[in-house]
C-alpha cells in the first residue's frame, strides 16, 4: 500500500504472483498468434511453426493469445464504512487494489473484466471487456473516491443481477457491514443464473479484534450516529455478534457454493490472489473429477 | 484593614465555581469513526462526578485569583495613616475660564454662580481664592485677602466677579494652571489644596505647556465643566495670502464646521454690503475651507459669517490696505523727470505704488531739510557743503545709492567712507560693451535675485561704466558685482546706520540697459526692503499679541472701542479687543486689525479626563461636594487615603501573577496529557 499508484501496485503484486507459481495456471488452446519463442527441450513440438523451420532452418514456437472464455465482474463495494481503515490504508483501499490485481491479473492471460460499484444501490457499471485499455479504464473507475452512502446489500445485488445477463465469474469484494438478512436470497439469485461467486469480505484489523482501549464517542461513518462506548465492556459482545456475522456468511456461502475469502487488510495481496488461484483450481480439478467420475 | 467597598468582599464566594468544576468529571471528548456501530451494544453510561480533586494546585491557584480579584475591587486601606493624614480645612483656588468662547449663551453667568455658590459653600476656615483666566492669569481675589477678611469673602468675590467680563482672548489653560500653582502661598500649606477650574473646556484649549511641569502631588484639579445646549458652531479666520499682492487681491478666509455639526449653510458677507457681496453655500461637519472672500465693494473692514447660533467668532477684520509712505530724493534737477534719456525718468516710472508701499519721489540739486528714507544720487557731485549732511544721514541709518559718473566723485567717496586711497577713473571709450560676471545674490542687497529664477544677467549690457580703484581688501567697501573685466560694478558699505551702494555704471540708457532691463525694479525694491521698507505684508494680529510699534516714536493707540492710550517710546500695547486699531504716530496714522484666535472657534467640549493625560491630578468624584456630612468627609477622607496608598494596584500586581503562573501550570499539564496521549 506504500505505492501510490493503484495500476502499479496492481502490476506488482501480479508479477509477484506469477514468477512465484513459475507457470501458467491456465493454458488455454490458442487461436490467435502472439509471438514467435526458440524451441526449447521439453516445450511441445505441436507448436513448431514448421513454416519458419523450412525457411530458415530454425525451430521456433509459435505463441497464441489464449482464448478468452471467461467474463469476471469485478463487484466493490464503496459505501463510507469502507473509508474505515486502521493502518494507514482503508479498506476501500485495500479493496481497490485486490479488484486491480485481479483485473490485471485475468486480463493478462487473456480474460475480460468489468467492474461495478456500489454503496445503497449501483453506482457504476463497467462491462467485462478484454480490450486495450480497458484495464487503464478500469483502474480509473477504481481509484475514484467513495460516495457517502450507506450499504444496501440487497438492492445492489438485486440490480447487478438485472445488469450482468451473460454468466460469468462475479467477484464481491465488501465488508459486509450491513445486515445479512437478505444476502443468502441475493447469492442464491445470482447462482441459480449460472454466475460463478467469489466473495472477499474484507475486514480492518480495529474492526476484527476490536482493539480500543479508550472509552470515546464512537461515531457510525456511515450513518453518522454517535454512542459513547466503553471499549473494556462493550468488546466481548462486539466480538460475539461479529462472529455470529461470519459464520452467517460462511453458512450462506457454503450452502450456494460462493467461494469466501475473508480479507483482514493486514494480509498481503499475494497471499489472498494464491490462495484465490489455488482454490480456483481446486474447484476446477473437483469438477473435471466429478465429471470423469 | 479596611475596605473602601467590603461589598465586593461577598465575590470571593465565586471560589466555589472552581471547586464545583474540578470535582465535576468532564466526560471524554473524545470521538473515534468507527466504520459501523451494527455489532456495538447501547450506549454506556457516561461519568459525571469524581470522588475526589484532581490538580489541586491549579485549583488553588484559581481560587487565589478569584479572593484577589474580590479584594482588588472592595480596595482595601490602612486606617491609621488616613487618619493622620486628613485635614478638614482646604485651600480652595477657583479658576474661572475667561476667554472668548465664554461669550457663549449665558456661560459667564453660570461660571460667576458656580464660583459664587464655591465660595459660599467654603467654611469659614477654609482659603479660598479667584482668578480668572484666557491668555494668562488674573487674581480676583487672593489666598492672602482670604487670610485677611474672609468674613467679608462670598460678598467681595461676588462684586468682584460681577464687575469682571469674558475677554476676546484665547485659552492657555496650561499657562494659567501652571500660575494658578504659584498662588498657593505659605498659608495654604498645612491646607488640602485644590484648584475648582470652571470652564467650558474648549477643544481649542491650549493644554501643551502642562507637559513641561512635575504637577504638584498635594493639589488636586476638580473640573466643572460648563455645557451649552448646542455645540454647533462656525467659526472663521483669515488664511494666509496668496502672492498677489496687489490691493484688490481677494481676502482668503478659512472656514470650518465643528465635527458631528447639524449645520450646513453659511453665509459670508462684508459689513453693511449689498446682497451681491456675500458668498451663501454649505460646509460639511468637521470640515475646514478655505475661500475667498466675496468682491469687497464698499471698502468694508470686516466680514461677517453667520448661520450658527454663536456669534463670538463670526467676524474677521480686515485693515484697508495702507502702504507705507516712502520718501525718496533724487539729488538732481527735477526738470528730467520727463527726459527719457535721464535717470530720474526712470526712477520715476520704476518705484510705482503698491499695497505695502507708496514710493514718493522728490527730486532736486539740494537735500531736503527733512531726511528722506533713501537718497539717490547721480550725474552730480554733492558739494563740500552737503557732504557732511549726506554723512549724518547715512550715520543715522539712511540709504544712499550713488552712481559714479566722474574722477571728482572720489573726493565725495573718501568723504562719506573715510577710504582715503579710492580713485575713480572713466572706463576706456573705445571699449566694447561690458556685462556683469559675478554678481553675489546671496548678499541682503541683492536678496531679489536670490531666486535662481532671476539670475540669468546675460541681456543686461552696459555701454558705459567707470572704474572704481583702491578700495582695498580690509576697507569698508565691498564688491557686490563686477563685469567681465573683472572691474567692480556694484559696491557697497555699512556707514554707521546706514548703507552706502556704489553704482560704476547708471541705469539709464546712455550706461546701460539696466532701466530697461527686467532687473531695474526687483533691483530698487530689494534695497527699498533693506532700507526697511518691507514689501510683505503685516502679519495676521490676535487679541493678546503687541501692536507691532516703532520703539523709538512715541503713539497713540485707539481701541475699537474708542478708547485712547498714549504710549511713549519703548512701551508696548497688548491688544484685548477684536477689531480694527487706530494707531497714530506723528503724522503716520496706521490701521490694524486683531482678531479672535482661530483655536477659540474650537468648541466642542473637551472630557475633563484629558487632563489627567497631562499629568494633571484630577480631584476624585466624592471630592466634588463642597460641605459634606460627618459621615461623608469619613468616607471622603477613606476614598483619599485609599487613593494615595494605592492598595489595589498591590493586588492586581499579585494577581497576575497568579494568573500567570496558573496559565504556566495549566499549559504544561495539558501538555504532559496531550504526550501521555500520544504515547
Given at each position: 500500500m506504500r505505492i501510490k499508484s493503484l495500476e502499479l501496485r496492481a502490476k506488482v503484486v501480479v508479477e509477484g504472483l506469477w514468477k512465484g507459481m513459475h507457470r501458467s495456471p491456465y493454458h488455454g488452446f490458442s487461436v490467435e498468434f502472439s509471438e514467435y519463442r526458440a524451441y526449447v527441450q521439453g516445450d511441445d513440438p505441436r507448436y513448431i511453426d514448421w513454416k519458419v523451420l523450412a525457411r530458415s532452418d530454425r525451430t521456433y514456437i509459435k505463441k497464441f493469445e489464449d482464448e478468452t472464455n471467461l467474463r469476471c465482474q469485478l463487484v466493490i463495494d464503496h459505501s463510507k464504512s469502507m473509508g474505515y481503515g486502521s493502518l494507514g490504508f482503508t479498506k476501500a483501499d485495500y479493496a481497490a487494489t485486490l479488484a486491480a490485481t485481479l483485473a490485471s491479473f485475468l486480463m493478462k492471460q487473456g480474460d475480460a473484466a468489468g467492474l461495478t460499484t456500489f454503496a445503497d444501490g449501483i453506482e457504476d457499471h463497467l462491462p467485462a471487456r478484454n480490450r486495450p485499455g480497458h484495464l487503464r479504464r478500469l483502474i480509473?473507475?477504481?481509484?475514484?473516491?467513495?460516495?457517502?452512502?450507506?450499504?444496501?446489500?440487497?438492492?445492489?445485488?438485486?440490480?447487478?443481477?438485472?445488469?450482468?445477463?451473460?454468466?460469468?465469474?462475479?467477484?464481491?469484494?465488501?465488508?459486509?457491514?450491513?445486515?445479512?438478512?437478505?444476502?443468502?436470497?441475493?447469492?442464491?439469485?445470482?447462482?441459480?443464473?449460472?454466475?460463478?461467486?467469489?466473495?472477499?469480505?474484507?475486514?480492518?484489523?480495529?474492526?476484527?479484534?476490536?482493539?480500543?482501549?479508550?472509552s470515546a464517542h464512537f461515531r457510525d461513518l456511515e450513518s453518522g450516529t454517535e454512542r459513547f462506548i466503553d471499549p473494556q465492556i462493550a468488546r466481548e459482545a462486539y466480538l460475539k455478534r461479529l462472529q455470529a456475522h461470519r459464520d452467517t456468511i460462511q453458512?450462506?456461502?457454503?450452502?450456494?457454493?460462493?467461494?469466501?475469502?475473508?480479507?483482514?487488510?493486514?494480509?498481503?495481496?499475494?497471499?489472498?490472489?494464491?490462495?484465490?488461484?489455488?482454490?480456483?483450481?481446486?474447484?476446477?480439478?473437483?469438477?473435471?473429477s466429478a465429471i470423469a467420475a | 484593614m479596611n475596605w473602601l467597598f467590603p461589598l465586593y468582599l461577598a465575590g470571593a464566594a465565586a471560589i466555589i465555581a472552581p471547586i464545583l468544576l474540578h470535582l465535576r468529571r468532564r466526560p471524554p471528548q473524545d470521538r473515534v469513526e468507527f466504520s459501523s456501530l451494527l455489532f456495538l451494544d447501547a450506549q454506556t453510561p457516561v461519568p459525571v462526578s469524581k470522588r475526589r480533586l484532581e490538580n489541586w494546585l491549579l485549583l488553588l491557584l484559581r481560587c487565589l485569583a478569584l479572593i484577589l480579584l474580590a479584594l482588588m475591587f472592595a480596595r482595601p486601606f490602612l486606617r491609621s495613616e488616613s487618619a493622620a493624614s486628613t485635614s478638614p480645612d482646604r485651600a480652595t483656588l477657583i479658576l474661572i475660564d475667561g476667554s472668548a468662547s465664554m461669550r457663549r449663551e449665558d456661560l459667564w453667568k453660570r461660571a460667576a454662580a458656580e464660583a459664587n455658590r464655591a465660595a459660599r459653600d467654603s467654611k469659614i476656615t477654609d482659603r479660598v481664592a479667584v482668578a480668572v483666566f484666557d491668555r494668562k492669569l488674573m487674581?480676583?481675589?487672593?489666598?492672602?485677602?482670604?487670610?485677611?477678611?474672609?468674613?467679608?469673602?462670598?460678598?467681595?468675590?461676588?462684586?468682584?466677579?460681577?464687575?469682571?467680563?469674558?475677554?476676546?482672548?484665547?485659552?492657555?489653560?496650561?499657562?494659567?494652571l501652571i500660575d494658578a500653582i504659584a498662588l498657593f502661598d505659605s498659608s495654604t500649606a498645612s491646607l488640602k489644596k485644590r484648584i475648582l477650574l470652571i470652564s467650558d473646556l474648549q477643544e481649542g484649549t491650549h493644554l501643551d505647556a502642562l507637559r513641561s511641569i512635575a504637577w504638584p502631588s498635594d493639589l488636586s484639579l476638580q473640573v466643572q465643566r460648563l455645557d451649552v445646549a448646542?455645540?454647533?458652531?462656525?467659526?472663521?479666520?483669515?488664511?494666509?495670502?496668496?502672492?498677489?499682492?496687489?490691493?484688490?487681491?481677494?481676502?482668503?478666509?478659512?472656514?470650518?464646521?465643528?465635527?458631528?455639526?447639524?449645520?450646513?449653510?453659511?453665509?459670508?458677507?462684508?459689513?453693511?454690503?449689498?446682497?451681491?457681496?456675500?458668498?451663501?453655500?454649505q460646509i460639511p461637519p468637521g470640515a475646514s475651507r478655505i475661500l475667498s472672500a466675496p468682491p469687497n465693494s464698499t471698502r468694508a473692514t470686516s466680514l461677517t459669517l453667520s448661520g450658527d447660533k454663536h456669534d463670538f467668532d463670526n467676524r474677521v477684520f480686515i485693515a484697508p490696505p495702507q502702504p507705507r509712505t516712502v520718501r525718496i530724493h533724487f539729488l538732481g534737477d527735477d526738470a528730467t523727470r520727463q527726459q527719457a534719456s535721464s535717470p530720474l525718468y526712470y526712477l520715476a516710472r520704476a518705484l510705482q505704488p503698491t499695497a505695502t508701499l507708496a514710493p514718493q519721489l522728490a527730486a532736486s540739486p539740494v537735500l531736503p531739510a527733512q531726511?528722506?528714507?533713501?537718497?539717490?544720487?547721480?550725474?552730480?557731485?554733492?558739494?563740500?557743503?552737503?557732504?557732511?549732511?549726506?554723512?549724518?544721514?547715512?550715520?543715522?541709518?539712511?540709504?544712499?545709492?550713488?552712481?559714479?559718473?566722474?574722477?571728482?566723485?572720489?573726493?565725495?567717496i573718501q568723504a562719506i567712507t573715510g577710504a582715503a586711497s579710492i580713485a575713480i577713473t572713466a572706463g576706456k571709450e573705445d571699449e566694447d560693451y561690458r556685462m556683469l560676471a559675478e554678481v553675489k545674490?546671496?548678499?541682503?542687497?541683492l536678496k531679489p535675485f536670490a531666486d535662481p529664477k532671476l539670475r540669468d544677467f546675460t541681456k543686461l549690457r552696459f555701454w558705459k561704466h567707470r572704474v572704481i580703484q583702491g578700495m582695498g581688501a580690509s576697507g569698508p567697501l565691498e564688491t557686490l558685482a563686477t563685469f567681465d573685466n573683472g572691474q567692480p560694478a556694484i559696491?557697497?558699505?555699512?556707514?554707521?546706520?546706514?548703507?552706502?551702494?556704489?553704482?560704476?555704471?547708471?541705469?539709464?540708457?546712455?550706461?546701460?540697459?539696466?532701466?530697461?532691463?527686467?532687473?531695474?525694479?526687483?533691483?530698487?525694491?530689494?534695497?527699498?526692503?533693506?532700507?526697511?521698507?518691507?514689501?510683505?505684508?503685516?502679519?495676521?494680529?490676535?487679541?493678546?499679541?503687541?501692536?507691532?510699534?516703532?520703539?523709538?516714536?512715541?503713539?497713540?493707540?485707539?481701541?475699537?472701542?474708542g478708547a485712547t492710550q498714549t504710549l511713549k517710546p519703548g512701551e508696548v500695547f497688548i491688544a484685548t479687543q477684536v477689531g480694527l486699531h487706530q494707531v497714530q504716530a506723528g503724522v503716520n496714522r496706521q490701521i490694524i486689525a486683531v482678531n479672535l484666535p482661530p483655536d477659540e472657534g474650537r468648541v466642542l467640549p473637551l472630557e475633563p479626563q484629558k487632563l489627567a493625560d497631562y499629568g494633571v491630578k484630577l480631584a476624585a468624584a466624592a471630592d466634588t461636594d463642597a460641605a459634606p456630612s460627618a459621615a461623608e468627609q469619613q468616607r471622603l477622607s477613606a476614598v483619599e487615603t485609599e487613593q494615595r496608598q494605592h492598595g489595589w494596584w498591590w493586588i492586581l500586581v499579585a494577581l497576575l501573577a497568579v494568573l500567570l503562573l496558573e496559565t504556566a501550570l495549566a499549559g504544561r499539564s495539558r501538555h504532559s496529557a496531550a504526550a501521555a496521549q500520544t504515547a
Open positions: 480509473t473507475e477504481l481509484e475514484r473516491p467513495a460516495k457517502a452512502a450507506g450499504t444496501s446489500l440487497a438492492v445492489s445485488i438485486s440490480q447487478l443481477a438485472d445488469l450482468l445477463r451473460k454468466r460469468g465469474m462475479i467477484c464481491l469484494i465488501s465488508d459486509l457491514l450491513a445486515p445479512v438478512e437478505h444476502l443468502e436470497k441475493q447469492l442464491a439469485l445470482l447462482g441459480a443464473m449460472g454466475h460463478d461467486l467469489v466473495l472477499f469480505h474484507v475486514m480492518d484489523r480495529a474492526e476484527i479484534d476490536f482493539t480500543f482501549d479508550k453458512t450462506a456461502c457454503d450452502r450456494h457454493n460462493v467461494e469466501y475469502h475473508f480479507c483482514p487488510t493486514d494480509r498481503p495481496l499475494e497471499e489472498v490472489l494464491f490462495d484465490f488461484l489455488s482454490a480456483r483450481q481446486r474447484k476446477k480439478a473437483g469438477k473435471s | 487674581p480676583l481675589w487672593s489666598f492672602e485677602e482670604d487670610r485677611t477678611t474672609a468674613a467679608s469673602r462670598v460678598a467681595e468675590i461676588a462684586t468682584r466677579l460681577g464687575s469682571a467680563s469674558p475677554s476676546w482672548s484665547g485659552t492657555l489653560l496650561d499657562r494659567a448646542t455645540v454647533d458652531n462656525f467659526s472663521v479666520a483669515l488664511a494666509a495670502s496668496e502672492e498677489d499682492r496687489s490691493a484688490d487681491a481677494p481676502v482668503r478666509i478659512r472656514l470650518s464646521n465643528t465635527r458631528d455639526s447639524q449645520l450646513r449653510d453659511f453665509k459670508l458677507a462684508w459689513q453693511d454690503a449689498p446682497q451681491s457681496d456675500s458668498i451663501s453655500a531726511s528722506p528714507d533713501i537718497l539717490f544720487v547721480s550725474g552730480v557731485t554733492p558739494g563740500a557743503e552737503t557732504q557732511p549732511r549726506i554723512r549724518d544721514f547715512l550715520r543715522r541709518g539712511g540709504f544712499l545709492v550713488h552712481v559714479v559718473t566722474s574722477p571728482a566723485d572720489a573726493g565725495f545674490t546671496g548678499h541682503p542687497l559696491v557697497s558699505a555699512r556707514i554707521d546706520k546706514g548703507t552706502l551702494i556704489l553704482l560704476a555704471s547708471g541705469w539709464h540708457p546712455g550706461d546701460s540697459q539696466l532701466a530697461l532691463s527686467t532687473k531695474f525694479v526687483p533691483l530698487l525694491y530689494g534695497w527699498l526692503a533693506a532700507a526697511g521698507f518691507s514689501h510683505d505684508p503685516a502679519a495676521t494680529l490676535f487679541v493678546g499679541d503687541d501692536l507691532p510699534l516703532d520703539a523709538a516714536q512715541s503713539h497713540v493707540v485707539t481701541s475699537p472701542d
